[in-house]
């Protein structure tokens, strides 16, 4: 996947859930190529997705605005070290945004991983709490006090861009679960 100023994505469209649902989703990945990109694996709302660029400005590279509603493990980081992999989270409204700066360390090696995104509305005094566990480590990450409030609906559950320059990442998955597919969990 690109990380380019057009929306993408590769996903599976899911019955909506929202930061008051309790989310999960597991599986195994193989990230076999990058050079300085990032990708997105989680949830997400594919109308905000499709909102954020002026198509008129995107083809410069310029980005409207910032993208919202979305739920993920960001794949990106310094790619000098490799790549971090990490919670990463938009609520409805710009600005009600976080992520964790660092977290397990991934390369683009081939090998096999078990990874996991768990979301709990109910944690952190009721704001909601990520966790994202690649192998045996875990890195966590809580929501600001304002996002669960803002509205943020999800209907999409896999793979999107990050819409700022840079080149691309290669990323396998298999044997994935999530919840919020239409038939109970996918």
């Given at each position: 996947?690109?990380?380019?100023p057009?929306?993408?994505?590769?996903?599976d469209?899911?019955?909506?859930?929202?930061?008051?649902?309790?989310?999960?989703?597991?599986?195994?990945l193989?990230?076999?190529?990058a050079?300085?990109?990032?990708?997105?694996?989680?949830?997400?709302?594919?109308?905000?997705?499709r909102?954020?660029?002026?198509?008129?400005?995107?083809?410069?590279?310029?980005?409207?605005?910032?993208?919202t509603?979305?739920?993920?493990i960001?794949?990106?980081?310094p790619?000098?070290?490799?790549?971090?992999?990490?919670?990463?989270?938009?609520?409805?409204?710009?600005?009600?945004?976080?992520?964790?700066?660092?977290?397990?360390?991934?390369?683009?090696?081939?090998?096999?991983?078990?990874?996991?995104?768990?979301?709990?509305?109910?944690?952190?005094?009721?704001?909601?709490?990520?966790?994202?566990?690649?192998?045996?480590e875990?890195?966590?990450?809580?929501?600001?006090?304002?996002a669960?409030?803002?509205?943020?609906?999800?209907?999409?559950?896999?793979?999107?861009?990050?819409q700022?320059?840079?080149?691309?990442v290669?990323?396998?998955?298999?044997?994935?679960?999530?919840?919020?597919?239409?038939?109970?969990?996918?």
């Amino acid at each position: 996947m690109w990380r380019d100023p057009q929306p993408a994505y590769y996903a599976d469209p899911i019955s909506t859930v929202t930061l008051d649902d309790k989310l999960h989703a597991e599986g195994r990945l193989a990230f076999t190529g990058a050079t300085d990109g990032g990708v997105f694996l989680g949830w997400f709302n594919a109308a905000a997705k499709r909102a954020k660029t002026d198509p008129d400005k995107a083809h410069k590279g310029q980005v409207e605005r910032p993208q919202t509603s979305y739920l993920a493990i960001g794949i990106d980081g310094p790619s000098r070290i490799g790549f971090y992999f990490h919670p990463a989270y938009s609520a409805a409204k710009e600005g009600l945004d976080g992520r964790a700066e660092i977290g397990p360390i991934i390369v683009p090696d081939g090998r096999p991983r078990r990874w996991m995104l768990d979301y709990d509305p109910a944690a952190a005094g009721g704001r909601g709490h990520i966790t994202v566990t690649l192998d045996d480590e875990k890195v966590e990450l809580e929501l600001k006090p304002e996002a669960r409030k803002s509205g943020a609906s999800f209907d999409r559950f896999g793979f999107f861009n990050g819409q700022t320059g840079g080149h691309f990442v290669k990323v396998f998955i298999d044997d994935v679960r999530y919840s919020g597919a239409r038939d109970s969990v996918h």
